[in-house]
T-cell receptor
């Protein structure tokens, strides 16, 4: 059981470039989410999904796209990277149990936008 | 607006010196409150879920409690390996599936 995996671990982009952060889970969780973590600000929800084909916006969705074609995968796309998107990105998954129950987090992707 | 505030921002303890971390919240109906531990360079790791005022959960040296306005994470006789950032998060009745996190408390335990 690998849990939640994220790739890449670290990425450097130039302003205007696009990229996809990958996230996969092998626990058959319905709920998956993407957060960004910036110093002193805690985790902020970007997008989430409650099942294949169903996604919704979180607190800070601008500049990011998501899709969920399978239960296992939930990629996050940066369409045109900006320096303000420099952050650490975490993917998480959970059963939908009395809300979303316990969230299991991946190890994170560190993104630097120059 | 739903809000979560954690205090203190940082806490330095001697090994064996018990203390508490605070998480105060303002939400329109609490569906659940969560505590996570985060080590440097890693993703958060789940510790506890609390659903209603008066509820308590324990795990080793940690005990989480919940009132209608705040939650405490009590650390009894901490060890250096308890050093980490502790995150509090809430899920509100009106929040759909959106969890709101506090900024965290960085705990340092010195031997």
């Amino acid at each position: 059981n690998a849990g939640v995996t994220q790739t890449p671990k670290f990425q450097v982009l130039k302003t205007g470039q696009s990229m996809t952060l990958q996230c996969a889970q092998d626990m058959n969780h319905e709920y998956m989410s993407w957060y960004r973590q910036d110093p002193g600000m805690g985790l902020r929800l970007i997008h989430y999904s409650v099942g294949a084909g169903i996604t919704d916006q979180g607190e800070v969705p601008n500049g990011y796209n998501v899709s969920r074609s399978t239960t296992e995968d939930f990629p996050l796309r940066l369409l045109s990277a900006a320096p303000s998107q420099t952050s650490v990105y975490f993917c998480a998954s959970s059963y939908i149990d009395r809300g979303i129950g316990t969230q299991y987090f991946g190890p994170g992707t560190r993104l630097l936008v120059l | 607006e739903d809000q979560v505030t954690q205090s203190p921002e940082a806490l330095r303890l001697q090994e064996g010196e018990s203390s508490s971390l605070n998480c105060s919240y303002t939400v329109s109906g609490l569906r659940g409150l969560f505590w996570y531990r985060q080590d440097p360079g890693k993703g958060p790791e789940f510790l506890f879920t609390l659903y209603s005022a008066g509820e308590e959960k324990e795990k080793e040296r940690l005990k989480a409690t919940l009132t209608k306005k705040e939650s405490f994470l009590h650390i009894t006789a901490p060890k250096p390996e308890d050093s980490a950032t502790y995150l509090c998060a809430v899920l509100a009745n009106t929040g759909g599936f959106k969890t709101i996190f506090g900024a965290g408390t960085r705990l340092f335990v010195k031997a």
